[in-house]
């Protein structure tokens, strides 16, 4: 089992940027979250996928964020232009169904300069 | 008001000592989760419950849903346990697979 694979593990880019964070879920997982994690507000969910169909983006901050999964084996998620305060670590993670216990990637740390 | 809390923020133990994070919510649940960070950033899911008590080697879940109350227990307390703890719990309402996190607890265990 290859777990949930994330790349690129770490993005250093330039505000004004387009940055595409990548997520390849573990097969057979028919839910998908993308996480992003900051010291001031910690662990928050951004957007979940059921069956490759978006469910909850209301964790989503603001238009500049898109997230998409064309099939069941991969996601991305869009951050266009990015900004400073975009810096965190985005964790993707899936889970069997019908609700069973998440397997998080090894995240991307991103950083905007 | 956080909806998870967590406490302690931060734990410093000895090898070998018996250890008890705890995590208090205030809204109705369906499941919740103890999660493990390491100190290199990945997250490893230590448990998912919804009643009574889990075991899995040293580690011990333990949730009492009338008190909205759980508790991460480690027995014999290694160096290699570092790392921070998260509990997350899926509210009853709203989405169904939603998590709310903890600000998770910091524990480091000195040899």
């Known amino acids: 089992d290859a777990g949930v694979i994330q790349s690129p593990r770490h993005e250093v880019t330039e505000m004004g940027q387009e940055v595409t964070l990548r997520c390849k879920p573990i097969?057979?997982?028919?839910?998908l979250f993308w996480y992003r994690q900051t010291m001031m507000r910690g662990l928050e969910l951004l957007i979940y996928?059921?069956?490759?169909?978006?469910?909850?983006d209301s964790g989503m901050p603001e238009d500049r964020f898109s997230a998409k999964m064309p099939n069941a084996s991969f996601s991305t998620l869009k951050i266009q232009p990015s900004e400073p305060r975009d810096s965190a670590v985005y964790f993707c993670?899936?889970?069997?169904?019908?609700?069973?216990?998440?397997?998080f990637g090894d995240g991307t740390r991103l950083s905007i300069l | 008001k956080n909806e998870v809390e967590q406490s302690p923020q931060n734990l410093t133990a000895q090898e070998g000592e018996f250890i008890t994070i705890n995590c208090s919510y205030s809204?109705?649940?369906?499941?919740l989760h103890w999660l493990q960070q390491h100190p290199g950033g990945g997250i490893v899911s230590l448990f998912m419950?919804?009643?009574g008590k889990k075991k899995h080697g040293r580690l011990i879940a333990t949730i009492n849903i009338q008190e909205k109350h759980s508790s991460l227990h480690i027995t014999a307390s290694h160096p290699r346990d570092s790392a921070v703890y998260i509990c997350?719990?899926?509210?009853?309402?709203?989405?169904?697979?939603?998590?709310?996190f903890g600000s998770g607890t910091q524990l480091t265990v000195l040899p």
């Open positions: 993670a899936s889970s069997p169904p019908p609700i069973g216990t998440q397997h």
């Open positions: 097969s057979g997982h028919n839910s």
């Open positions: 996928f059921n069956n490759n169909v978006p469910i909850d």
């Open positions: 809204v109705g649940i369906s499941a």
């Open positions: 419950l919804s009643s």
């Open positions: 997350a719990v899926r509210p009853i309402s709203g989405s169904a697979r939603q998590l709310t």
